[in-house]
């Protein structure tokens, strides 16, 4: 078969392993061949402040035969608009630094978005992210003008920004979503903001105005804001979204400085993942301690408290009440983990096998657990005709052995994708019983991963085994004094 004669799947696979940097060589070679590298191509354009490719790309997806094959849009300025092309000073110092000075004004691209937005007939992608740094007026006047044809098939949008300029989107967003009423999915993420914060009246305001909007289109939220917490009766106010299948919070865990007729916000949260246990497929909840803007009032053992249910608190409700039954992607941090074996902590984490019957993927990080502990949490999972249905596993250890890993080849024989985070300051040695980490450096990975592929799975009263499932297997290193380094085999 010549390669004139190959069909269409054929030359999408070979695609698949082709750079899209690269996929412009292909053009000219075949009739379809041209045709499919043209559609991957242009199949995703970013508009990403005023460059020389950007321009080069409007001119391209202004043709209506390349316009035609667009698919998925992202606007995201390098630069804000009206500011490097209007500052003296700044273009000053560029000439004494001998940098190139002749940096136009942002607001040309987003005129060409603007113009590209409403010449592409297909697109059904549309991403926009803006920070703090974008968020000026020019850019405002651009979200009210905003809108990609109304015959056009849009069907997911996403946005990236930050909780200080809320009010900015609620006019464009409700254009938009009577425009276009049924997207499949909506996704929104809020980091944290650089500028001070608004007032807590005016956050709450602004935050039920945006929600009651997205109330009938939101499928996905990203909270990342360490200060989320502090909002008091922020969740409260938030109605049930009826499509909502993904949930990530990551923020700081406050201690409560609210007044004690008032629920405090860990009680709040877990109302609101209740109201959504029917329809939630990932749930994601991290304390991030270490965060300059709010560590003086974190508390991890709020966290703690609230995920494990370390004490039966009354006032405080855990993460294990609601029954979540489409739940598939769990991610949750440990803080405060006692690591010495004779602990009187019986349970360390939910009964994963009534709180989530579906999970397929579990991290557990942040703060490493010893073996027995992470027994516990995998004789606890769903299982499904008697097997255990983990197919991703991410966990952090205070010791890691070959046993070890033999137990869980034998509890998850379905596993697909393994990750184990470990301290940095750890090495190998040999015993009589096999191969042992210890705490003593330098960790030596590749002599770890040679005595894994050498030595055959085992467990007591079951023949030798090889991992049939695990495609994935990864060694994550970490140290307080050094950043993360990661292997995989």
């Known amino acids: 078969m010549s390669a004139r004669d190959l069909c269409v799947e054929l030359w999408l696979e070979i695609l698949s392993y082709v750079p899209k940097s690269a996929i412009y060589k292909l053009l000219g070679l075949n009739p379809l061949l041209s045709e499919l590298a043209l559609d991957k191509l242009y199949d995703d354009v970013a508009f990403v402040g005023y460059v020389r490719e950007t321009k080069t790309m409007f001119d391209q997806v202004m043709i209506p035969d390349i316009a035609r094959r667009v698919r998925a849009v992202l606007i995201e300025l390098e630069h804000a608009p009206d500011t490097l092309s209007e500052s003296h000073h700044l273009v000053e110092h560029m000439h004494k630094s001998g940098i190139d000075c002749m940096v136009p004004s942002s607001m040309e691209t987003l005129t060409m978005a603007q113009i590209a937005l409403s010449r592409f007939p297909c697109i059904t992608t549309l991403r926009i992210k803006v920070h703090d740094h974008n968020m000026t007026r020019a850019f405002g006047q651009f979200l009210a003008t905003i809108c990609p044809r109304k015959t056009c098939p849009l069907q997911h949008l996403s946005i990236d920004t930050t909780v200080s300029h809320l009010a900015v989107w609620l006019d464009p967003l409700e254009r938009l979503l009577q425009v276009y009423s049924d997207l499949e999915t909506f996704h929104l993420a809020l980091t944290r903001s650089d500028v001070v914060w608004m007032h807590q009246f005016h956050a709450k305001r602004v935050f039920t105005s945006l929600f009651a909007i997205l109330q009938q289109h939101l499928t996905s939220l990203t909270i990342a804001d360490p200060l989320i917490m502090r909002l008091p009766g922020l969740f409260a106010t938030l109605p049930v979204f009826r499509r909502l299948k993904a949930f990530?919070?990551?923020?700081?865990?406050?201690?409560?400085?609210?007044?004690?007729?008032?629920?405090?916000?860990?009680?709040?949260?877990?109302?609101?993942?209740?109201?959504?246990?029917?329809?939630?497929?990932?749930?994601?909840?991290?304390?991030?301690?270490?965060?300059?803007?709010?560590?003086?009032?974190?508390?991890?053992?709020?966290?703690?408290?609230?995920?494990?249910?370390?004490?039966?608190?009354?006032?405080?409700?855990?993460?294990?009440?609601?029954?979540?039954?489409?739940?598939?992607?769990?991610?949750?941090?440990?803080?405060?983990?006692?690591?010495?074996?004779?602990?009187?902590?019986?349970?360390?984490?939910?009964?994963?096998?009534?709180?989530?019957?579906?999970?397929?993927?579990?991290?557990?990080?942040?703060?490493?657990?010893l073996p027995m502990h992470l027994q516990t949490i995998i004789d606890h999972l769903p299982t499904y005709r008697g097997v255990r249905s983990l197919q991703k596993l991410v966990i952090s250890v205070t010791t890691l052995n070959c046993n070890d890993v033999d137990a869980l080849a034998v509890k998850l024989p379905k596993l697909r994708d393994l990750e184990i985070v470990v301290p940095f300051c750890m090495s190998l040695r040999e015993d009589s019983w096999g191969c042992q980490v210890v705490y003593y450096p330098p960790l030596l990975w590749y002599r770890m991963v040679k005595l894994l592929q050498e030595r055959p799975l085992s467990h007591e009263g079951c023949p030798s085994m090889a991992w049939a499932s695990l495609t994935h297997f990864r060694l994550v290193s970490f140290s307080s004094l050094s950043s993360r380094s990661a292997k995989n085999y």
């Open 248 to 369: 990530e919070l990551i923020t700081t865990f406050m201690s409560n400085m609210q007044e004690v007729d008032e629920p405090d916000s860990s009680t709040l949260l877990t109302r609101f993942i209740q109201d959504h246990s029917d329809t939630l497929e990932s749930l994601t909840v991290e304390h991030r301690s270490t965060d300059p803007y709010a560590c003086r009032w974190s508390s991890p053992y709020v966290y703690t408290t609230w995920l494990l249910s370390l004490e039966p608190l009354a006032e405080i409700l855990t993460v294990d009440r609601p029954h979540m039954p489409r739940l598939k992607n769990l991610r949750v941090g440990f803080h405060g983990i006692p690591l010495k074996a004779g602990a009187s902590r019986e349970r360390l984490f939910p009964q994963l096998n009534t709180f989530a019957p579906n999970l397929v993927c579990l991290d557990i990080t942040n703060s490493p657990v």
